[in-house]
């Protein structure tokens, strides 16, 4: 690369260190990068890291020694994207979204990138210092979430089929009992999608009693694996006997009367312990 002027470096620095989060950046890969002494890329990466804490980017983690380097963290501040929430809750209180069973149609809002992306965000800001292995999900309409949580924590996402492919080559299926429908179901996993004793993350659009979270879980005890947490889009309020714990919500629907057509939404529990 030619010698940049030092606004062109903080401004490909800045990207650099984006598509790269939680990965350790030597600060001898920027001196050579942009043919510049250590001391003006450690003067580079204040004003990056200032920048990052002034607009709520995340955190650039300086780590000491011969071996260190750089590192950057995506997170959030839940105050300034509360209001961002809020228009998410407002949108889905549109009595049109109605569903049979008390469902809503989403899916037009987890086909919106910028939509998908911030809540992936949102998801791995939770878990960042976790250090989670893989994020899974259940086909379908989870996958862009997973895909976007996994690209903020940088690790492989994985998905969990409710039919077995051949394509996947040998798995291990388990059945489940689904929370709201009380019917036994069936999910399977790759064998060689995950490490044994890896650490995971599980991402969904959408929970009712939490029958399908469950299963994932029960499905990871075959592969050895710990669950650091889980996180949905939408919590369903409609029962009160739920089959996991401590899932991270982004919303919440509450009441839903189909003969008014009234939707209710609240935040979710991610904002319960907001400072």
């Known amino acids: 690369m030619k010698k940049l002027k030092r606004s062109a470096r903080l401004a490909d620095m800045m990207q650099y260190l984006i598509r790269r989060p939680h990965q350790l950046i030597p600060l001898t890969l920027f001196k050579e990068r942009y043919q510049a002494a250590k001391s003006s890329i450690s003067e580079d990466l204040q004003i990056i890291k200032e920048t990052m ?9 300086t780590v000491p020694g011969a071996a260190g380097g750089v ?10 994207i509360k209001s961002w929430v809020e228009e998410l809750r407002a949108g889905l209180e549109d009595p ?3 569903l049979p069973g008390g469902y809503l149609y989403m899916s037009d809002y987890l086909s919106q990138p910028q939509v998908v992306n911030r809540i992936g965000q949102i998801f791995s800001s939770q878990f960042r210092d976790s250090s989670v292995d893989y994020v899974i999900t ?21 998905i969990v089929r409710r039919d077995h492919r051949v394509t996947e080559g040998s798995v291990v299926s388990i059945n489940y009992v689904s929370g709201s429908t009380k019917r036994i179901q069936t ?25 399908t979270i469950r299963g994932m879980m029960d499905l990871l005890k075959e592969f050895e694996a710990e669950v650091a947490g889980a996180c949905v889009f939408v919590e ?40």
């Open 96 to 98: 049109d979204r109605l």
């Open 236 to 275: 369903s309020l409609a029962t009160t006997e739920k089959l996991v714990e401590n899932v991270y919500s982004l919303l919440r629907l509450g009441d839903v009367d189909i003969k008014e057509r009234t939707i209710a939404m609240q935040l979710g529990s991610i904002f319960d312990h907001e400072l």
């Open 187 to 211: 999910m399977s996993l790759a064998r060689r999608s995950m490490k044994p004793n890896s650490k995971v993350l599980i991402v969904d659009d959408f929970m009712k009693a939490g029958g």
């Open 71 to 80: 590192k950057y963290i995506p997170a959030v501040d839940l105050g300034r």
């Open 138 to 158: 259940v086909e379908t309409k989870g996958i862009p979430l997973a895909y976007a949580t996994s690209q903020y924590l940088n690790v492989p996402f994985v």
């Open 53 to 61: 804490d002034m607009s709520g980017l995340g955190e650039l983690l």
